[in-house]
Each structure stands twice: as structure tokens, then as C-alpha cells.
């Protein structure tokens, strides 16, 4: 046991990449930096935390910001329940535990959006108590050590490994450990192109004596992923356009787009504009099609989004279809809105 440790922490020592959160880890750096790189790359993810700690460097001012500032500096990394979450846990520190996070495992994992793993970090690496991290990489590495072909995304395995990360951590430095264990597998045994030739734990590894190392983990097969159709109405007059904001419990809440029309399949320009949605929204106003957009393909988890844009020039406002939720905004303020990567990259095409 102790030779994994120390062979995990030497190879950390010499190999580890120099990231922000690591030089003198708060807890408040390391939460932050763990939510943001929940499915996102480090490269996209560091910057993205350092305009967070540059705009909020501690807890409390991020507890003092609106969500709407929140998911606006998130715009880019989708996920944005992460984002609300981010938010309320915030506000949760602050109003519950005076701006300190709380030094102890089952409190933190009370707070919103912090779950085994997270919880898991934030006591290891900035209180140094003992518990042990599974991430993505973490399941890797023990699978490919201990040759184990239990699937890690259903519960039996999920508990087989946790209780096995938890047998082989390193409890005189849980924290040093747990990033090791993580960047290893981040760097060295990595999913596609692990580096058998020269890895450290050549001789202890299961799975390369085994010839199974590109078969392990196991995982289920995932769900089936659904597609929906988006047509959006981009309409615009007087140097003004239609903002929309998604307060339905649905894909992207709290953020902004334009008003949509939502079709069980690909729909043409002339059946959008026949539909009685349309004609709802447009009643008798004139109005001027000025440009149409090709498929618009985006991927989230479970779904996939395909959508066209239908850029539309009306004649005057459409007062019958101002809401809370269906907005005129001038067009210069665009940018001080939420929106989702879906229509950001419609609107840098």
C-alpha cells in the first residue's frame, strides 16, 4: 500500500501540471475549481476559473452577485444547473456558516450542488481529512490496476469502487494522494493512449498482464439520445429585437434566446410561417423574411438539438405578445444576456 502511495506522489510530484487552484488551495478555490471542471476540459475550465476569482475572489462576493451575472461569466460551459447550483451553495456558506466553508465531510455534502465526489475534494485537498475521491480518471486507474470488469455507472459498481478507493487511500496526506490518483490518470492512463511502456505501476497492473487495459472500465451502454427541433424566430425592428427567457423547468433555464417554435421534425420556412404558432405571435403585422439559416446541430447529453434560425424584420412592434418572458430589448444590450452556446454560435456565424 504504501508503494502506490509513495509511487503516485513521486510520479505527482515530477509530472503534475501548474494550475491555479493548486498553489495555495482554499477551500473556496477548490470548490470552484471542481464544479467548473465537472465535464469540461482543464484547458477551457482554467480560464474560466480565473475570471471567476478575478470578478469574485471570495465567497461572499460571489454570494452578493445575481444569478443572472452568474450565468452570464458561465455562458460557454453549459451545464447551467451547475451554474444555479454554484450560486446557492454560495449564498448557502454565507448565510449558514459565515462565509467558511465547513471542515467536515456529511455538512458539506448538505450544500447545493456538492455531491460524494466534491465533498470528497474539498475535505481532502484544503482540510486534509481522509476521504477518498472517484472521478472519471480514478475509475481508470483501479479498473486497469485491479483488472475489475464491474461496471462503474450503475450502483454495484459505483460502490465496489469507492469502497476500494477508500481501502488504498493514503490517510497521513489524503489530499497530495487524491490528486495524484486523479492526474495520473488524467496524464498517464489516459482512456485512448495509456503509456504501459513506461508507467510506474507496470508490475502491479492487472489488467496489462491480462491484455485488457483498452477494455476497462466497463461501462453500460448509455441512453438513448433524442433529437428536437428548434425553430427560431429572430425578430427585429427599429434596431430592437425579441428576447426570450427560458423560465420553464427545461434545457438552459434562466438563460436567453429568441422565440421558438418547436416541431415534432424539420419543418420548411413555409410551414413555420404557416403554423398557427406563428400567426399567434405575428397576427396582422407586416413583416420581411431577410434570411434563413442552415441546421443548426447541437449536443447535450441525452438530446440533440437541431435548429434553424428565421431572421424576421416587422413593421412595427408586436405588443400582443409582450410578456415577462417574451421581451423587446434594444440590440446593443444583447450581450449583457445569459444565452446559451447554441445562439452565441449563431450569432458569431
Not at 478575478?54 to 452568474?70: F, G, H, Y
Not at 447545493?112 to 465533498?119: L, M, N, P, W
Not at 398557427?276 to 434563413?292: A, M, R
Request: with cysteine.
Amino acid at each position: 500500500m504504501n508503494n502506490l502511495h509513495d509511487t503516485l506522489i513521486n510520479w505527482y510530484d515530477q509530472n503534475h501540471r501548474d494550475l491555479p487552484w493548486r498553489h495555495s488551495p482554499t477551500p473556496y478555490q477548490v470548490w470552484l475549481s471542481e464544479v467548473i471542471l465537472q465535464q469540461t476540459r482543464v484547458s477551457q475550465g482554467r480560464d474560466y476559473y480565473l475570471r471567476f476569482i478575478e470578478r469574485w475572489p471570495t465567497v461572499t462576493d460571489l454570494a452578493k452577485a445575481s444569478e443572472e451575472e452568474v450565468l452570464k461569466q458561465w455562458q460557454g460551459l453549459g451545464y447551467y444547473s451547475r451554474a444555479r447550483n454554484l450560486h446557492q451553495c454560495a449564498q448557502q456558506v454565507v448565510d449558514q456558516y459565515g462565509g467558511n466553508f465547513p471542515a467536515d465531510f456529511e455538512q458539506l455534502k448538505q450544500l447545493k450542488g456538492i455531491g460524494e465526489y466534491t465533498a470528497a475534494a474539498i475535505a481532502s485537498i484544503a482540510f486534509g481529512l481522509p476521504h477518498a475521491v472517484v472521478d472519471g480518471n480514478v475509475y481508470r486507474v483501479l479498473a486497469r490496476l485491479f483488472d475489475i470488469d464491474t461496471p462503474i455507472n450503475n450502483l454495484k459498481g459505483q460502490k465496489l469502487f469507492a469502497n476500494l478507493a477508500d481501502e488504498l487511500l493514503c490517510r497521513e496526506r489524503p489530499g497530495l494522494y487524491n490528486q495524484a490518483l486523479m492526474e495520473f490518470g488524467a496524464l498517464h492512463c489516459t482512456p485512448k493512449n495509456p503509456n504501459c511502456l513506461l508507467c510506474p505501476l507496470q508490475a502491479q497492473c492487472l489488467a496489462l498482464a491480462h491484455q485488457t487495459v483498452m477494455h476497462r472500465p466497463v461501462k453500460l451502454a448509455k441512453l438513448k439520445v433524442t433529437n428536437r427541433y428548434f425553430n427560431y424566430l429572430v425578430f427585429r425592428t427599429n434596431g430592437s429585437i425579441y428576447l426570450h427567457k427560458r423560465n420553464t423547468d427545461d434545457i438552459w433555464r434562466n438563460l436567453y434566446d429568441f422565440a421558438c417554435i418547436e416541431s415534432p421534425k424539420t419543418m420548411t420556412v413555409e410551414e413555420v410561417i404557416a403554423s398557427n404558432e406563428f400567426q399567434q405571435l405575428v397576427g396582422d403585422t407586416s413583416f420581411t423574411i431577410t434570411k434563413t439559416s442552415p441546421i443548426f446541430t447541437h449536443k447535450l447529453t441525452h438530446r440533440t438539438i437541431l435548429a434553424q434560425f428565421i431572421e424576421i424584420k416587422l413593421d412595427k412592434e408586436l405588443l400582443q405578445i409582450q410578456t415577462k418572458d417574451l421581451f423587446l430589448a434594444p440590440e446593443s444590450d444583447l450581450g449583457n444576456y445569459p444565452i446559451p452556446r447554441l445562439i452565441d454560435l449563431y450569432l458569431n456565424t
